[in-house]
């Protein structure tokens, strides 16, 4: 029988491990703070073994009491500790608007304009003209005007900051009235009827879940009734027997009771869809047309910016909300103004927003490219990996986000699946997110499916390098 108490006594003290080689070369790298708690755990987890391993001789013989190996472990530890938390991925997914995965990437000159400002000071509020003090608002307010028809602008944290600024702002204590076809819930905690309750306006439901029409609206209408407010179903269809009231037509009976119309758009697009064949998203600049006094919607979604959330519309109503206390807490930073004016100009020539802004190119990317992309991803990785059937099929991208939940983006496929199951198809797509260059992709019973619409090309490389990798190292 061993006694594993002589075990325990075996285990080297922290000063032991500190003073080997790699440990020591290591505190020459990284902080005392990081390699010291590794040194401390890797002891620790050590001693838990010998304990758990007490009445299994075999097993407790097997355990490594080195200096030298436990320096190695604890060296591996802190490196990984050290590894920065929040990096950069290939999502393979074919989801375009990812949330978990940052929405979108933004166009280069986004990405220039925020290096920029990130370097150096800049004249954030700073009026060139006067050279006194100027609004942050100042560089994206022009741009939001011209590119949505509207009178005024604010750009606030995010789109569930700008409907609560509104209704925070303009409707407390005063009822609003919502269609019940549209009490949405989009990713997970934003959710109507609690932003309403949040925010103090009393929401007051009118029609039913498929059909609202106006007259419900007109009906609900009392003394203390302050707004009309109409979301957008983002994330969801309602299909069949359905009814809902027009921007346009809401908007005028909003007038005639001297009431205000609030618009949230969600996902904000201002470029018409149709033109990559797809279904029609609503469209700020047409929901300001048909008369909405304020429009709200997201940055980072169909706009492909920085997160933020837009209000766009009436000047003395965008007034009202700049000069409440709320806006400034709500307000952004530079960063967010310079990856959004830089991203708001590439609207202003329609023609390059499909080749510049990277979810409109990812949206519009053709069929026969898809195709040609895959089968030269398949081909490279057929010759390197040995232990997988690979093939290309048609498949469904989607654009996610809660935009266009029913769109279906036709596109091609790398299909790997696993063969002499040396490796199961969900520990590979685990250590292909686990490795150096993060790559996330979509698993379907045993096979691991690769869309490249949402990969760069210049990623392709290490995308073939990430998955052969995978295939063969095991350190997950
Ligand atoms: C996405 C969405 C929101 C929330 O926008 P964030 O920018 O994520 O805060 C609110 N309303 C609608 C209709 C949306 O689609």
Redesign the pocket.
């Known amino acids: 029988m061993v006694e594993f108490q002589n075990f325990l006594r075996e285990l080297p003290a922290v000063d032991r491990l500190l003073r080997e080689p790699p440990v020591e070369k290591l505190l020459g790298l990284l902080p005392r703070r990081l390699v010291l708690p590794a040194v401390q755990e890797t002891i620790e987890n050590c001693r838990r073994e010998i304990i758990a391993d007490q009445n299994d001789p075999a097993k407790l013989g097997a355990i490594d009491l080195s200096p030298a190996h436990l320096a190695e472990k604890a060296v591996a530890l802190a490196k990984k500790r050290a590894a920065i938390s929040l990096k950069p991925l290939i999502n393979a997914t074919g989801i375009v608007i990812h ?1 978990n995965l940052g929405r979108v990437p933004l166009a280069r000159e986004a990405k220039d304009a925020l290096a920029g400002v990130a370097a150096n000071y800049n004249n954030l509020e700073l009026s060139p003209a006067s050279g006194k003090r100027g609004s942050r608002q100042e560089h994206l307010e022009q741009l939001l005007c011209e590119l949505c028809g509207a009178e005024a602008a604010l750009v606030v944290n ?6 609560f600024l509104v209704l925070k702002a303009l409707a407390e204590k005063r009822e609003v009235l919502v269609s019940r076809g549209q009490l ?1 819930e ?2 997970g905690s ?1 959710r109507i009827p609690e932003i309403m309750a949040a925010s103090g306006a009393l929401m007051i439901e009118v029609g039913t879940t498929n059909k609202t029409y106006l007259r419900d609206y007109e009906r609900a209408v009392t003394e203390n009734c302050a707004a009309f407010l109409k ?5 969801y269809r309602l299909v069949g027997f359905t009814a809902e009231v027009d921007s346009a037509e809401l908007a005028a009976l909003a007038r005639q009771h001297n009431l205000l119309m609030f618009e ?4 904000g697009a201002l470029i018409d869809l149709q033109k990559f064949g797809l279904s029609p998203e609503p469209l700020v600049q047409d929901s300001i047309a048909a008369g909405a006094d304020l429009v ?1 919607f ?4 169909l706009l492909g910016g920085p ?3 837009i209000i766009v519309g009436r000047n003395d109503l965008v007034s009202d909300l700049r000069n409440n206390q709320l806006a400034r807490i709500l307000r952004v930073d530079k960063f967010t103004i310079a990856a959004m004016e830089a991203t708001l100009r590439l609207y202003l020539d329609e023609e390059k927003v499909a080749e510049k802004i990277p979810v409109w190119q990812m949206l519009s990317m053709g069929e026969d490219f898809l195709k040609a992309r895959a089968e030269k991803i398949a081909g490279q990785l057929s010759s390197a990996l040995k232990d997988a059937e690979i093939s290309v099929l048609r498949g469904i991208s989607r654009v996610g ?3 266009l939940p029913a769109a279906e983006l036709p596109t091609w496929l790398v299909a790997l699946k696993p063969k002499n199951y040396h490796i199961s198809a969900a520990e590979l797509v685990e250590r292909m997110r686990k490795g150096e260059t993060p790559l996330v992709l979509r698993l379907q019973h045993d096979t691991l499916l690769l869309d490249l619409r949402t990969v760069r090309e210049d990623q392709e490389q290490t995308l073939v390098e990430m998955v052969t990798g995978a295939f063969y190292s095991n350190n997950t």
């Open positions: 949330t995010n789109n569930a900051a700008a409907v949405v989009i990713g934003f979301v957008h179903t983002s994330n949230d758009l969600g996902s709200t997201s940055g980072d979604k997160q933020a959330g986000g809660g935009a």
